[in-house]
Structures are given as structure tokens and as C-alpha cells.
């Protein structure tokens, strides 16, 4: 071969598509993926892995010492809470953009401690998802160097000559999710993390089903897709069926003269104003309780998704907690949101509980309206609180909930309509992985079409 011919491979390598799972695939949480085209990168996704990041920042030892945890991208890294960038290091001044698929901490918790890393990318999103970021660096008072891009549910954007991203809109549990498209001359990567196919949501559309088939049968090359539920054979209900359920618990059950008490998910906007409209129709009094609360329904009324503001009181600081339900007036006319579903000590409802912040009556209602998180740590607080409330004779309403996450035959779906000829399972731990590929080859898929990828694990396409 001559100097030329091996330029040209070269060039080519150079101009072949790659993928690089940087967290989450070896574990679920800090979601983050590396997609690479000739000199060009985008990162999908910064998530944080929850589990870790809590026992990271709540060591009590350290507490006893008097000392700070060290918030820095390194030490964060080493503690497994965020995606180790260090894995795609030479790479970093090729990155053009960081797309965050949507508001979840999982997703877009590392953004504060990370983005600051990659100097030429801006940190899009759609408007609810820039929204819930911008009030986190606010309440963390941290500054980011990379510009904010807000874009709409479904639109379409260059980050160099060769790349260009599509958000098409998507359903979850927080509001303007968007599944990501990759379009590169080498074909497009599909990032459908976090989804469910929700055809009567109860805030915002249904899936663009028609953007999706045209992807399709353009062809997609690779599909990343979250398969957490792959061992659930059936198909995710309709956030409709929650509120069905929340309407059943709230207007079936008499709770005259009992005060009622709901905890779910801060940032799950559709819940929470299923949650608010049902206690006005109660007549009640709605009061939003605990931190987060702020945080998400600001962003919601900030991204013009919903003004729950104008419906509710919120207290928003733990300080002003205790002066609140010190003096609060006629608690069985009022309908209390409240943070702590997962029972997590210092949140509001164990507080309620256990610090004797509310004062319990018999007969006083407490729903769940989520699932227990199945971690060992979850379950053990859960059935302490359950415990307690029942020794105070509190009637308790669990599971009151419907998941944002895709099960099998959702999977099966949209398998069908983007058609991809590689599919990469992820956001799940192996066993469910594997599901994925079996359901993969129902579908005439070859066991080897289905590439289970490992953090730092690159394929090149
Ligand atoms: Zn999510």
C-alpha cells in the first residue's frame, strides 16, 4: 500500500461511528453515553447513581469529624456517584454537546459537577429538563461555563457539519421527556432511555408514534434502550390508571373529619396535579410540603408545562416545617403533600412520624402514591414507618402508583418501530439485560445483534 491508500483508511476509520457506554452499564444509575463521528462526540446523558451519591455525601464518620464531603469531579468519580469521565479523557475536546434526556436526577444530577469538564459543549435539553437544572445549580449555588439550550419536545438541531440531534417527544413520569436520535452520515443511534408508551397521559401528548415509524424506516443502526422492566410481560399502564386509582383512594374512601396525607415523587408534575385537583374537589386545602417540591413545580411553571402554583401552599424550608404544623389550624380539612415516599430519614413524612411533627388521629389517612424502590435500605425504613402508623391505628393506602418505565411489550414496540439493526439493552441489571435479548431474537433478531456493553466498553459500527 501506498502513502495515499493509507490515508484513506485512515480517514475512514476516523469516520466510522462509535459508542461508548461511560456509566450505567455496569450498574443502574449515573446514565451516561459517548457517541463519537469523525471528530466530532456528543454525550448522552449525566446522571448520578443515587445510591452511592447519598452514602458518599451522608458519612457519618466524616460528619462526626466535623468535615465537609470533597464535592469534586474526582472524588465524586472515585465514589462511584457520577460517570467516570476519565474513561473517554482524550476525547473531551471533541465533545460538541451534552443532551440530557430528561429531568431525572439519575440522568442529569452530574451536570453540576461534570459539565464544567468539557469546554465546547452546551448543555441542551427540552424546557422543563433546563428548567429543573437551572434550579439546581441555584439552590447549590454552583456555575456552569457551558450555554444552556432549551428546545421543544420534538426538534432538530446541528452540533457540527456531520451531527445533528433530534429530540422526538416522549412519555415517562416527568414531564417533556424526549427520546434522543443521533443522525450521523453512518446512520442514527436511537438513546430511548427512561420510557413507557403512554396513549392517555393525563399531562402533556402521547409519544410522537409518527416521527418514531419515519425514523424507522429510514433505518436506525443502533437502539440503546432502558429495559428496567424486561421481566414484566405486559405493558406499562396509562398514567390515566393512577389517577383512576388516586380518584378510587381520595373520593371512594370517607375521610370526613381525618386529616390526609400523600407523599409521591417531587418531580412527577402529573401526579402531583392529579393529586392537587382531586383534594379541591374535596374542598380541602392542598399544601405542598418539603424542598424539592420548589424546585420542580418552579421549573414546570417556569418551562410553561404547569402553574400548580396558583392552586397550592407550599412550605418550602425544613425550618419552616415544625412552626407550620405547630400551628396549623383544622388538619382535617387540609390534604398534605409531602416528600419522603421512600420513608428516607431527615424527608418530611418520617419527620411527621417519628419527630412527632404532626400529630396524629386515628383514622387519618397517609397513601403512597409510588412503589417502594426495592433496595434493602427502602424496604427496612418503610416497614418501620408502616409500623408506627399503624400503632397510632393510621389507615394506609400503598402502591397507590403506576410506573414511568417501558414493560416487555412496550420493549417489543418499540423494537417494531424504530427497527434498528443493533440494539443495546441498558438501565437494568444483567439478568433483565438478557431478557431483552431473548425477546430481541422472538423477533428474528440474531443473538449477536444484541450487544451487552459494560462501562468503557467501546464499539466501533
Ligand atoms: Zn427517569
Given at each position: 500500500m501506498n502513502k495515499t491508500d493509507y490515508r484513506l483508511i485512515e480517514v475512514k476509520n476516523k469516520m466510522k461511528l462509535e459508542i461508548i457506554p461511560i456509566?450505567?452499564?455496569?450498574?443502574?444509575?449515573?446514565n451516561s453515553t459517548l457517541v463519537k463521528y469523525g471528530d466530532d462526540a456528543v454525550i448522552l446523558d449525566l446522571g448520578l447513581h443515587m445510591d452511592n451519591y447519598i452514602a458518599y455525601t451522608d458519612d457519618d464518620e466524616r460528619d462526626d469529624l466535623g468535615e465537609k464531603p470533597d464535592m469534586s469531579a474526582e472524588a465524586l468519580m472515585k465514589a462511584g456517584a457520577?460517570?467516570?469521565?476519565n474513561q473517554i479523557k482524550e476525547l473531551i475536546p471533541k465533545v460538541k454537546a451534552i443532551c440530557i434526556s430528561h429531568a431525572h436526577l439519575d440522568h442529569l444530577g452530574a451536570v453540576p459537577f461534570l459539565?464544567?469538564?468539557?469546554?465546547n459543549a452546551g448543555i441542551h435539553g427540552t424546557k422543563y429538563t433546563i428548567e429543573v437544572l437551572k434550579q439546581m445549580l441555584i439552590s447549590d449555588r454552583t456555575r456552569l461555563k457551558n450555554k444552556f439550550h432549551a428546545h421543544n419536545e420534538s426538534s432538530r438541531f446541528k452540533i457540527s457539519k456531520d451531527m445533528s440531534i433530534e429530540f422526538v417527544r416522549m412519555t415517562h413520569?416527568?414531564?417533556?421527556?424526549a427520546s434522543i436520535m443521533v443522525h450521523t452520515p453512518e446512520g442514527t443511534v436511537a438513546y430511548?432511555?427512561?420510557?413507557k408508551l403512554d396513549?392517555?397521559?393525563?399531562l402533556g401528548e402521547k409519544p410522537d408514534y409518527q416521527r418514531l415509524t419515519e425514523i424507522g424506516k429510514k433505518g436506525v443502526k443502533v437502539l440503546i434502550m432502558?429495559?428496567?422492566?424486561?421481566?414484566?410481560?405486559s405493558k406499562t399502564p396509562s398514567e390515566s390508571i393512577a389517577r383512576e386509582m388516586l380518584k378510587d383512594v381520595l373520593l371512594g374512601?370517607?375521610?370526613?373529619?381525618n386529616a390526609i396525607v400523600v407523599t409521591t415523587f417531587a418531580s412527577h408534575i402529573a401526579r402531583l396535579n392529579t393529586i392537587i385537583d382531586l383534594g379541591r374537589k374535596l374542598k380541602r386545602r392542598v399544601i405542598l410540603i418539603g424542598r424539592s417540591f420548589d424546585k420542580y413545580v418552579t421549573a414546570a411553571k417556569k418551562a410553561g408545562v404547569a402553574d400548580l402554583t396558583r392552586k397550592v401552599e407550599m412550605v418550602k424550608y425544613g425550618s419552616q416545617v415544625k412552626k407550620y404544623f405547630g400551628k396549623?389550624?383544622?388538619?382535617?380539612k387540609c390534604l398534605f403533600v409531602v416528600t419522603g415516599h421512600q420513608a428516607?430519614?431527615?424527608?418530611i413524612l418520617p419527620r411527621m412520624v417519628f419527630s412527632h411533627l404532626f400529630k396524629f388521629k386515628e383514622e387519618d389517612n397517609v397513601i403512597f402514591s409510588c412503589s417502594v424502590i426495592p433496595v434493602e435500605s427502602n424496604v427496612r425504613n418503610r416497614e418501620r414507618l408502616d409500623a408506627e402508623l399503624k400503632k397510632m391505628k393510621v389507615r394506609i393506602f400503598t402502591d397507590v402508583h403506576v410506573s414511568g418505565h417501558a414493560y416487555r411489550e412496550d420493549h417489543r414496540e418499540m423494537i417494531k418501530l424504530l427497527r434498528p439493526k443493533i440494539i443495546i439493552p441498558t438501565h437494568a441489571p444483567a439478568e433483565k439485560l438478557a431478557l431483552t435479548r431473548e425477546l430481541a431474537m422472538e423477533l428474528?433478531?440474531?443473538?449477536?445483534?444484541v450487544k451487552i456493553l459494560k462501562n468503557g466498553e467501546r464499539i466501533t459500527l
Open positions: 456509566g450505567g452499564f455496569s450498574e443502574v444509575g449515573r457520577v460517570p467516570d469521565i459539565a464544567n469538564k468539557f469546554p413520569s416527568v414531564p417533556q421527556t430511548v432511555l427512561d420510557f396513549n392517555a397521559p393525563v432502558d429495559t428496567l422492566y424486561a421481566h414484566k410481560n374512601v370517607n375521610s370526613k373529619g396549623v389550624k383544622n388538619p382535617e428516607e430519614p431527615g424527608s428474528g433478531y440474531k443473538s449477536e445483534d
